[in-house]
């Protein structure tokens, strides 16, 4: 089992920035990629972007947040982070980390959630 634990969320105004972070614990050994998805109320859940476990490199921004969101990945302190900057009302959400085992095709661990809020 791999635990994984967000923080890093709050009220931010639009035009500012945050820095999530995403603690894994456990089986780490186990993961080959972590992602950082969001659901805003009421919308459908939303893929960020998508790093390599070992080798840290990011795979995958999705065009919401390219150019503005940045992941990265601390591996002593097995940790990932995603660098938000130039907030948008739109990007309210709330912001879950996942991570995918080695051999399957989909993420089978996620966090609870840290929310993200953003005002105009």
Same mark, same amino acid.
Do not use: H
């Given at each position: $089992?791999?635990?994984?634990? @967000?923080?890093?969320?709050?009220?931010?105004?639009?035009?500012? #920035?945050? !820095?999530?972070?995403?603690? *894994?614990?456990?089986?780490?050994?186990?993961?080959?990629?972590?992602?950082?998805?969001? $659901?805003?109320?009421?919308? @459908?859940?939303?893929?960020?972007?998508?790093?390599?476990?070992? #080798?840290? !490199?990011?795979?995958?921004? *999705?065009?919401?947040?390219?150019?503005?969101?940045?992941?990265?990945?601390?591996?002593?302190?097995?940790?990932?982070?995603?660098?938000?900057?130039?907030?948008?009302?739109?990007?309210?959400?709330?912001?879950?980390?996942?991570?995918?085992?080695?051999?399957?095709?989909?993420?089978?661990?996620?966090?609870?959630?840290?929310?993200?809020?953003?005002?105009?």
């Amino acid at each position: $089992q791999v635990q994984l634990v @967000e923080s890093g969320g709050g009220l931010v105004q639009a035009g500012g #920035s945050l !820095r999530l972070s995403c603690a *894994a614990s456990g089986r780490t050994f186990s993961v080959d990629a972590m992602a950082w998805f969001r $659901q805003p109320p009421g919308k @459908e859940r939303e893929l960020l972007t998508t790093i390599e476990w070992w #080798s840290g !490199r990011s795979t995958y921004y *999705a065009d919401s947040v390219k150019g503005r969101f940045t992941a990265s990945r601390d591996i002593a302190r097995n940790t990932i982070y995603l660098q938000m900057n130039s907030l948008r009302p739109e990007d309210t959400a709330v912001y879950f980390c996942a991570a995918k085992s080695t051999g399957w095709d989909n993420y089978d661990y996620w966090g609870q959630g840290t929310q993200v809020t953003v005002s105009a």
